[in-house]
Nanobody
């Protein structure tokens, strides 16, 4: 399974970005999916996760602002990010696995990441 993120960039505080993760190698419907971010010197932070039955989980830091969604026809999982804050600046990673890890970091497959920068 290969994961490739896109959609990162620079935005002003209060703005929005939509990240997309293209999954190849196997149907996305067979995996639990998640978005994780990391800033230099800090541990990875699980932001949003999606179970095979459609149940989602969100970190308190992004709840109400970020939305994770899947398009099985395109084999993609997206992260819609609204009301962005400077503290959202980080490298964002897509992750996948065959076990539910919720907001943990123990997913088996990872993308290379896409940078998001939010300016005040």
């Amino acid at each position: 399974v290969q994961l490739v993120e896109s959609g990162g960039g620079s935005v002003q505080a209060g703005g929005s970005l939509r990240l997309s993760c293209q999954v190849s190698g196997n149907p996305i419907s067979g995996y639990y999916m998640a978005w994780v971010r990391q800033t230099p010197g800090k541990e990875r932070e699980g932001l949003a996760a999606l179970r095979l039955d459609g149940i989602t989980a969100y970190a308190d830091s992004v709840k109400g602002r970020f939305i994770i969604s899947v398009d099985t026809a395109k084999n993609t999982v997206d992260l819609q990010m609204n009301s962005l804050k400077p503290e959202d600046t980080a490298m964002y990673f897509c992750a996948a696995g065959v076990y539910w890890r919720a907001l943990g970091n123990e997913y088996r497959y990872w993308g290379q990441g896409t940078q998001v920068t939010v300016s005040s």
